[in-house]
Every structure is written in C-alpha cells, then in structure tokens.
C-alpha cells in the first residue's frame, strides 16, 4: 500500500531536477512514498538524470513520453499511474522545504479522525510558500488566505493557490479531472475552477510559515499563449463568471488582459501588447454600450 | 463535460434556489443528488438563485454545482412585477407581457446551463422550475422530467397561496407535465388529479425517510409525563389549532398526559394566545429542533391535525420511530400513509372535526395495547420510503427516460 505519491512533471530540466527530487523528504511519512516523475520527451538528458537517481533513491518511478506533449497531457498521465492513498505534486525547478509533507499529511490525519473517511473527499491542504525571482537576494513569503467562496476566489484571482502547494487524497484529484488539455497555461485554475465547481474546497495547514519555494523567471512564458489559455477558461467557465454578476464578470475577465500585457511587456513583445490593449479597448466599449442599454 | 459515461447517463437536477433555503422538496432533492451521485451517475445540480453559496443541506463532492443567474444584470428584479397579479387575472395580453418579463431570464438561464453541462436527462423540481426547464430545453434534445412535491390540484392554480397565480405561468405548468418525458408525484392518489396527458407518464415516487437511528419510542402509560406529540410549520393547512381546542377537552381528564407542539411558523403568536384563552397548563408549543429524532422517541402518540399534506413527512417520520399516528380521513397525505386502525387513526371529521379528533384521542390515550399494537406496525409500514428503495425508483426512470431519448 502506497501512501503518497509525488508526481512531478519534467520537460529539459537537468539542471534543477535533482535538487527537487532531493527535497522530497520520504522519511516524514509514515508508510511508502512514490516519486512519479514523467519526462515529457526532454532532450537535455533529464531522464538519465533521474534513472541515475534511482540507484540512490528506490522511492522514484520514471515514466516517459516518447515525444513533447505538454504540460496537461503528463499531468493526466501522472494521474493516472498515481498509486499512493494521497497524492500531491511537485514541478520540476521547484523545492519542498523539510516538514511541508508532514504538515500536510498530519493535518488531512486530523480532518479524518474529526469527520471520518468522507471528510477527506473534496480537500486540498495547501501551505505557504516562499516566491523567489531570479535575480531576487531572497524570496518573499506568500500567505495565500483560506478562502471562504473557493469559486469566487479563484475568478477574481484573489487565491493565489498552485497545483503543487496541493495534497489531498487521489481520488479527490481524480474526481475533478483530467486536466485540459487544450490549456497549455494556466492548467491549475482550470483544474481548481473544475474542483470548485464540483464542491472542492482548500484548507491551510496550521503552520504559518513557508514550506517551500517557488522559482520564477519570465523566460519562455509566451504572452499570446497565456492569452489564449485565459481565453479558453473564460469560454469554458462563463456560466461561473457572470453567476456573480456581470459586473464582477467583466471586472474580472479584464484582468486576464492585464495579465498578459504585462507578460508581453516583461518580453518586450510590442506587437502582442498592442495587440492585446486593442482588444481590451474593445471589451471595455462593449461593456459600456451594454450597460448604457441594459441600465437605462 | 460528461456524455453518456460508463453507461449512467448524467442526470441534472434543478431548482430555483439552495443556498441558505431549508424546505422539504430542496431537503429532498439533494438526498436524490447525493444517492445518484454515489451510485455513479454524473450529477450536475442547476440553480437559479438571488445569492451565491453552499448550500444549506450539504452535496457530495463530485457533484457539479451551475448557477444560471445574472446578478446585477440589470437593476431590476422579477418579483417586482408579482404586485401585478390582479392586472394579470384580467387581461390575458398583460398577463403575457408579465410572464415573459418576469420568467425569459430563467428559461434562458437554464437553457444556457442545459448547453454547458449537456446532461442526459434534466430534472426539474418544483413548479418554480420545472416549466421553465421544459421550456429551455426545446430543441436541444434533452429530456425533462417535471417532479411535483405537493398536492397536484393546489401546485396547478388550486392553492391561491401556492407560486405565481399569473394563468400564463398556471398554463406552463400544465403544459410541461403533458410534454415533460416523465413526471413524478409523492403519493399514488395524487394521479387522479391530473390529466390523461400528463397522468400516463406520471411516476409514484415518495420521500425518502430514514429509518430511525434511535429505538422505537415506549409507548406504555407511564406515571407522568405521557406526551401528545405534534410536529411541523404552524401554518393554516396544519391546523394546530383544531388540536389545541381538542386538547381542552381532554386536559382534565387526562392529568399524566401533556401536549407538546414542536414548530415554527407565522402563526406562532396566535396560538400561544390560543393556549392562553383555553386556559391550558399542559400544552407548550416549541421551535423545531435538530434533534427531532429524541422528540419523537420521547412521545406516545403523534397528533396530525393537517387539513391536507403534500406527503406526510412527520407522519412516517414518527412512524418510523414506532409512534402511533392519529390524523384526519379527509386529508390527503395523511389518509395514504396511515391505515385505519393498523398503524394509526384516521378520524372521520365530520360535523365536528374538533370533537371528533378529541374523541378519537382520548380512547387512544386510555387503551394501551391498542397503542403498542398500532406502534409496533409503523416501522413496517413505512420500510417502503427507505432511501435505498426511492433511489431505485429515481434510478428506473431517470435511465428509462435515457434509454428512450437516444433511440427515438
């Protein structure tokens, strides 16, 4: 019997996939842990990497993609050869701090014990984290708040929760997916508004402080594609949108605008920024027109 | 979203509102959700409510929750235009013109809910939503069922206090339980109070009532404390109040017995006055509780003085708790969950309803092993609500309706 499984994703990531994999604590959980890790077709030699690991490491399983197939598709893979009782992730340029998964496992031990086997369906514990830019001396620490409305919070952007802060038990994970895989970006929120939708909702272990890090860098984060991903989720989740008022729907839709012109500028891709702003203008009209008719 | 997965076809239930609201058909339609939902079927529950939120009886996870309402769209709100009900009885244009105002957002609410989720089969709960989820659904080919959770003749116009009095919305719901796929209704004498149309295609499914998790109540006489016990809404249909004056004919007669109302509702103020103008000692009316399940073992009868019931929820709730009932012949509801003299009394009203249930009691309350006698059949007879067997029957029709709508 598997406890934990730790899925991790990884495409080119020799440089920094051992330090993740070596962050993963196994000894803090009582019973067997399973590193999942799949390589999405890398040609940097991240397999080898990890096969090597493997001698060092017995809890690690490689799988491999035979070709690139993205982030969704490996995710869903991930999810579907997952053995462990509870599951949580972990991407690739990332670390777990010692203690987050013995914090989240004793928490989810708790709900159990309080509210029995069915208090476990429909939870994600998550923690706080530390956000580290490249370039930065020292991360900052990130407190996202436990949300009353997980819907609201997750359309209006005020939760900044990540795939990987999550565990739950598998099956939680498998009710609300398979992820989209015609998001290329932004697979969390799709697969957390999924969650939401179907009565998810998100608790924060005890500990205050952060219990692990994310590293951030701007490169290759291609604005459009970013765009079209929130586009996608606005065409898919409308219903959710405006279900808070059209107001709040359009306020919160101008926010993917926001978002991807400012990925635009961190590239310093004029053209996809202007693009976008013209777009918004649009929006913005269409908004006002509606409401001159609508409201008068 | 889901088609036809792994062979259950996905079911939407809908309703106009969840979040925050405690009535009995809401209560039942997520037992319905949550018993489909763990015998595999995708679920999908549709709302179309003035504000967002859980709701107030809990959904399994997995269940996916759609809320077709725009709020804020505009500034105005259907119900204002429910002041117009007097215009809408006399002319037949205004009464269009109003309906289509007040219920277009819905139906095209739930329309555009029906195409996000493109469930199997949808069902629509209540008068407040089933015509309009007909409606929604033109075209789409998805099959409605329309399910009825009250007396038919008063949920179709008869009750003027029952939903919008405006024809147009009194002729929707009609017509959706003649073209819904299937219909369902609480209690097999409540068919006869539709139409042939409809009547054909209309199923019996009852509430689903839990078996007790307590022992049965000691219906013995005991030295003190011998409670007459009656439970629901003080409302007018419930009539407490015929009981209250039955009860002054038996307080004194009956010094170890005591009469206890469990309820709330807006006539709570006039019949404390009541009790006080009978000059009563042992009557006490209290708010409902959540533990009604030791209210029901405490007790040795249960008084039903309702003049009609939708279904009789505390009827086979005390039942089931091996409780005696004792209601009125005449009251639909009533009359088809206790049988005469087997596990309850059923009073013949007659010229006197308030003598004739006084008399009734009072021979109950002197004879013993007639209590124990009608007590030990309640559980029996309500073994046919339990959960599992209403599921089955949801379960027969919803993949029924299935089967028919993908081979036509």
Redesign the interface.
């Known amino acids: 019997m598997t406890r934990l499984t730790v899925c991790i994703p990884a495409y080119n990531a020799a440089e920094e996939i051992e330090r993740a994999i070596r962050s993963i604590h196994v000894d803090e959980v009582d019973g067997d842990v399973e590193i999942l890790v799949c390589d999405d077709g890398s040609d940097d030699g991240t397999a080898s990497i990890v096969e090597r690991l493997t001698a060092d490491i017995p809890s690690i399983r490689l799988l491999r993609n035979r070709s690139n197939r993205g982030r969704p598709v490996t995710r869903n893979r991930l999810l579907s050869e997952a053995r462990g009782d509870f599951l949580t992730w972990l991407d690739a340029d990332d670390e777990k701090y010692p203690g987050m998964l013995r914090a989240q496992l004793e928490h989810l031990q708790r709900i159990e014990d309080e509210r029995g086997e069915y208090g476990l369906e429909g939870l994600l514990v998550y923690t706080n984290y530390d956000w580290w830019w490249t370039g930065w001396e020292r991360p900052r620490a990130m407190t996202p708040e436990q949300p009353d409305d997980p819907m609201m919070s997750l359309l209006d952007a005020s939760f900044g929760g990540y795939l990987w802060l999550m565990m739950g038990t598998r099956q939680t994970f498998l009710d609300a997916g398979p992820f989209d895989e015609r998001l290329p970006r932004l697979q969390d929120l799709g697969f957390f508004i999924r969650f939401a939708e179907l009565g998810g909702r998100f608790e924060r272990v005890d500990d205050e402080s952060p219990l692990c890090v994310y590293h951030k860098d701007d490169r290759g984060r291609d604005a459009m594609s970013v765009w079209r991903a929130f586009t996608r989720l606005w065409k898919t989740y409308r219903h959710h949108y405006t279900s808070y008022g059209m107001f709040n729907a359009r306020r919160w839709r101008r926010h993917h605008y926001r978002v991807a012109r400012r990925f635009a500028r961190g590239n310093d891709d004029t053209a996809t920024h202007a693009w976008i702003l013209t777009l918004e203008v649009l929006f913005v009209i269409r908004g006002r027109f509606r409401r001159l008719i609508f409201d008068a | 979203m889901s088609g036809m997965t792994a062979g259950r076809p996905h079911v939407a239930l809908a309703v106009t509102a969840l979040h925050g609201v405690s009535g009995g058909a809401e209560r039942v339609m997520v037992d319905v959700a949550n018993g489909l939902h763990r015998r595999g079927f995708p679920v999908s529950v549709f709302t179309y409510q003035t504000h ?3 709701s107030f009886y809990p ?17 105005r709100s259907g119900s204002s235009l429910g002041g117009l009900t007097s215009l809408t009885r006399r002319n037949r244009l205004a009464a269009t013109g109003v309906w289509i105002a007040q219920y277009a957002p819905k139906i095209l609410a739930f329309r ?2 029906l195409r ?1 989720a493109r469930p199997d089969v949808a069902i629509g709960f209540l008068p407040s939503s089933f015509p309009y989820l007909e409606l929604a659904a033109t075209g789409l080919s998805i099959p409605v069922v329309s399910s009825l959770h009250n007396v038919p003749l008063r949920d179709l116009g008869g009750d003027p206090d029952r939903w919008d009095q405006n024809p147009v919305d009194i002729w929707a719901r009609r017509r959706a339980l003649r073209r819904s796929a299937a219909n369902t209704v609480l209690l097999e004498s409540f068919l006869d109070q539709l139409e042939p149309a409809a009547r054909s295609r209309t199923h019996v499914v009852p509430n689903p009532i839990a078996p007790a998790t307590l022992p049965p109540a000691d219906v013995t006489t005991g030295p003190i404390d011998n409670t007459l016990l009656s439970v629901g809404r003080l409302s007018p249909a419930k009539d407490h109040a015929t009981l209250l004056r039955a009860w002054a004919r038996l307080e004194r007669q009956h010094p170890t017995w005591s009469l206890r109302i469990v309820g709330d509702g807006l006539l709570y103020h006039e019949l404390i006055e009541l009790v006080a103008e009978l000059g009563l000692e042992r009557a006490s009316i209290e708010s409902s509780r959540p533990d009604i399940e030791t209210v029901y073992s405490q007790a040795k009868i249960l008084a039903m003085p309702s003049r009609y019931e939708g279904f009789g929820l505390v009827t086979a709730e005390a039942m089931a708790h091996g409780l005696p009932v004792v209601g009125f012949a005449d009251c639909d509801g009533t009359n088809e969950i206790v049988v005469d003299d087997v596990n309850g009394v059923l009073v013949d009203s007659g010229a006197d309803r308030i003598a004739a249930l006084a008399d009734e009691l009072s021979a109950l309350m002197t004879d013993q092993s007639r209590r124990q006698r009608l007590a030990s059949a309640g559980p029996g007879s309500v073994r046919s609500f339990h959960p599992d067997q209403v599921i089955d029957l949801w379960d027969e029709i919803i993949v029924d309706v299935a089967r028919s709508a993908t081979s036509s």
């Open positions: 967002n939120g859980p959904l399994d996870y997995g269940i996916a929750r759609l809320d077709g309402r725009r709020k804020h769209s505009s500034g555009r809910l996000t």
